[in-house]
Nanobody
Framework: QVQLVEAGGGWVQPGGSLRLSCTVSGSIFSFGRMGWYRQAPGKQRELVVA???????NYADSVQGRFTISRDNDKKVLYLSMDNLSPADTSVYYC?????????????WGQGTQVTVSS
């Protein structure tokens, strides 16, 4: 069974840093494309960063230069390092996987982790 479990959210002051993690169970971590999305209250879920088919990463303009996606393939963990956080980054952050499996296009989401940036 596939599960994506996020951790690492919390409260941080403006200018601070956090690192989110997403632990993936099942055998999908080594293929497909992973990414992070976020959703603020009253807003639609939006892309933060996602891996592309070409092995590159696509960052939202609002986080470019401040956020970094990385992965530990041995541990099956996806990370999102966030620096210079601002109140505008306050959201629930979701881990996401998309890919093909047995001829089907599939996607999986984690349950989300809250990030709150305030003074």
């Amino acid at each position: 069974q596939v599960q994506l479990v996020e951790a690492g959210g919390g409260w941080v002051q403006p200018g601070g840093s956090l690192r989110l993690s997403c632990t993936v169970s099942g055998s999908i971590f080594s293929f497909g494309r992973m990414g992070w999305y976020r959703q603020a209250p009253g807003k639609q879920r939006e892309l933060v960063v996602a891996e592309t088919n070409g092995g590159r990463t696509n960052y939202a303009d609002s986080v470019q230069g401040r956020f970094t996606i990385s992965r530990d393939n041995d541990k099956k963990v996806l990370y999102l390092s966030m620096d210079n956080l601002s109140p505008a980054d306050t959201s629930v952050y979701y881990c996401h996987w998309a890919g093909g499996l047995r001829g089907l296009a599939l996607e999986y989401w984690g349950q989300g982790t809250q990030v709150t940036v305030s003074s």
